[in-house]
């Protein structure tokens, strides 16, 4: 079998000009242009009875007094309730007063409710702003993730193994993550399932009693301006391919066991063709063990 080797380059430095009318000018910032903006347009937290603070920055380079108040939108579907699945810690007016931190933070107190009824949203918006503007980022997208999902124990990080084809099947280690998926409970995303080096997840299907995950052949595992990786399984080397899944047998602790006898493969095609060039990994005994 012809392996793909990888290839690194350095990448050339490029030289830059900047030119101006004139190199003593400065840039100027008028307070009447300040504004209020959160420092990011996303968040999330673990249901796990714990905290979260968003961070709302007022832009002044005099420490001018202002304020700002904010609200909180949820989806009628799978929305986060207060009360039900956070308490907001203070009022829900942010005050900034000259020289005291241009920063304010909206805390929020997570309740862990023991009871799993999938993640939750809900919008923050900035609103009613008084002695200052609102910046183009006036809206923040929070999720609170349940931590009582019936895959919790097979999802996050994992230290991965298996017998190497191209090492004399001397064992090679990665690392793997698995996330669950946003609307099959059934269902959840690997990210380096083989130790090929491509970002791509593909998924697994669990079975309803949690001891088995089937990884379904063919699914693609990341690409390059050469090739098409795609994920492959054979039962030993010059037998028929595996057409249909990879199997893997999960345990208590989440450890998941690949079929020992099966050998899974990063195949790579030439690009846009059906094509094998060679195959960027390939191993046996493949195990995943929970981090």
């Known amino acids: 079998m012809k392996k793909i080797k990888f290839i690194y380059g350095l990448m050339a430095a490029v030289a830059l000009t900047f030119a101006s009318c004139n190199v003593n000018d400065l840039p100027e910032f008028d307070d009447k242009d300040a504004f209020v903006a959160f420092t990011s347009s996303t968040a999330s937290v673990v249901e796990t009875g714990g905290t979260l603070e968003v961070s709302v920055m007022l832009t002044s380079l005099s420490g001018i007094n202002g304020s700002v108040d904010f609200e909180i939108v949820a989806p009628e579907k799978g929305g986060a309730i207060e009360g039900t699945h956070y308490t907001i810690e203070g009022s829900k007016t942010l005050n900034f007063t000259g020289g005291e931190g241009a920063t304010q933070k909206i805390k929020f107190n997570i ?127 010059g037998a028929d391919d595996i057409t249909d899944f990879v199997v893997g047998t999960i345990s208590a602790d989440g450890t998941i066991t690949i079929t020992p006898t099966t050998w899974i493969a990063a195949a790579a095609y030439n690009k846009g063709t059906t094509t094998l060039a060679g195959y960027y990994a390939i191993d046996r005994a493949v195990v995943f063990k929970k981090k």
């Open 111 to 237: 309740i862990d409710n023991d009871v799993f009824g999938g993640d939750v949203k809900m919008t923050i918006n900035l609103v009613n702003p008084q002695g200052v503007n609102l910046g183009a980022s006036k809206t923040c997208s929070v999720t609170i993730e349940d931590d009582e999902h019936p895959l919790a124990f097979i999802l996050g990080s994992f230290d991965a193994q298996g017998e190497d084809y191209y090492g004399s099947w001397a064992v090679e280690d990665w690392k793997t993550t698995i996330e669950k998926d946003a609307n099959d409970l059934n269902k959840v995303w690997i990210y380096g399932f083989t130790p090929a080096g491509f970002p791509d997840a593909i998924y697994g299907i669990v079975n309803d009693e949690k001891t088995e995950i089937r990884v379904p052949v063919n699914q693609t595992i990341g690409s390059n301006s050469s090739y098409d990786v795609v994920l492959e399984a054979y039962t030993n080397e």
